[in-house]
């Protein structure tokens, strides 16, 4: 035993696992982490693809030869304190110092074996009980999480503008001049101050369709956002369409030969979130409410808003982990920090 101790606690031991774990985490600094495979072939060629996957450089602090890193560091430190403890009961700043870094070692181990990160993707009223880890594949939860409420708040409301654009016939230049832009409200009617002739905006579609009795909506996404419009005050009462995507597709043509253009303005995003609830046997135990900056606990998972679907307006996508090993790195860090200042703190008396 004194054998296997003393050969665990040399010096060298520390300083050959200490710059394999610099490169370590090195290599898990600049290699991006819990991509697709497909990502690393087309980074590193499909030979450096496959070099990085069977290495599980994709993953490098979940790793098999990490953990045993970890595992090297912690009985290293160990073998170092049952050595030397003769001398450490006499300074407990010393000791205080390797239990914090025993403490980290664990942390790293508890850390790639047992925390997990992954997407869940959720619709309104979806229930869901697993979510896709970064690892691959699913990882179940021990409870359900449904998506009550999704809501995308902005700094300024979205803005509809109509152009009122008019040939260049006067100067002989090709294109066409700015007569006037002005913002428009559906269900009221168009002023321009220019030749343009008033408009009346008869109706918003958000997502614009064709359907058996006519143009629909689809859904809310503003997807393509037309406008229903006539002119103003003329006998016609058949509307034509504008599209912000399509300027040049069903325009308005006024007597004067003016071409009206749509133009959608979805404004600034202000902030995403989502409302959700956490369900055990079918029974809601807890309401939450997420965003960026404001995440849920429950049961050991941390819940996070991560994205959303500007085509689907009831769609989250919310970021999920759990790691064990805060706890033993927080707690490292303090014996570390405390067994430190002790220690200076003798030194200097």
């Known amino acids: 035993m004194t054998k296997l101790i003393n050969t665990l606690s040399t010096v060298r031991l520390f300083f050959v696992l200490s710059g394999l774990m610099l ?19 087309e980074m590193f060629g499909s030979l450096g693809g496959a070099w990085v996957m069977n290495l599980r450089l994709n993953n490098v602090f979940s790793s098999f030869w990490f953990l045993f890193l970890m595992a090297g560091g912690f009985l290293n430190m160990l073998a170092c304190t049952v050595k030397q403890w003769k001398v450490l009961k006499l300074r407990p700043g010393v000791f205080l110092s390797h239990l914090g870094v025993m403490l980290m070692f664990v942390g790293g181990a508890v850390h790639g074996i047992f925390s997990v990160r992954g997407t869940l993707a959720l619709e309104t009223g979806q229930v869901r009980n697993e979510f896709e880890s970064d690892a691959g594949g699913q990882a179940a939860m021990p409870f359900e999480v449904t998506l009550k409420n999704f809501q995308v708040h902005y700094w300024d409301k979205e ?12 100067t002989g230049h090709e294109g066409e001049d700015l007569l006037e832009s002005v913002e428009v409200t559906p269900g009221s009617d ?17 997502n614009f369709s064709i ?10 996404a503003r997807q393509n956002p037309a406008l229903s419009v006539k002119v103003a005050g003329g006998k016609s009462a058949k509307a034509s369409y504008l599209f912000a995507n399509h300027p040049d597709f069903h ?10 253009v749509y133009e959608f303005d979805p404004g600034r995003i202000k902030q995403f979130e989502s409302r959700i609830a956490f369900l055990e046997g079918g029974e809601e135990k807890l309401e939450k409410l997420i965003n960026v900056n404001s995440p849920a606990s429950y049961k050991g998972y941390r819940f996070y ?13 919310i970021q999920v982990s759990k790691d064990p090993s805060v706890l033993f790195i927080y707690a490292g860090f ?3 920090m405390v067994g430190l200042t002790w220690a200076f703190w003798k030194e200097m008396k």
Do not use: M, W
């Not at 325009?251 to 009206?260: E, L, M, S």
């Open 23 to 41: 490169a370590a985490f090195l290599l898990g600094g600049v290699i991006p982490q819990g991509e697709p495979p497909q990502a690393y072939q």
């Open 159 to 170: 803005k509809h503008v109509i152009h009122a654009l008019k040939k260049c016939e006067e």
């Open 190 to 206: 168009a002023h321009f101050k220019s030749t343009a002739a008033d408009l009346s905006i008869i109706k918003f579609y958000p």
């Open 211 to 220: 359907g058996n009795s006519g143009p629909v909506t689809i859904d809310e």
């Open 251 to 260: 325009g308005v043509q006024a007597t004067n030969g003016i071409r009206y």
């Open 305 to 317: 808003q991560s994205g959303y679907n500007p085509k689907n307006p009831n769609f989250s996508s």
């Open 334 to 336: 303090v014996f570390l």
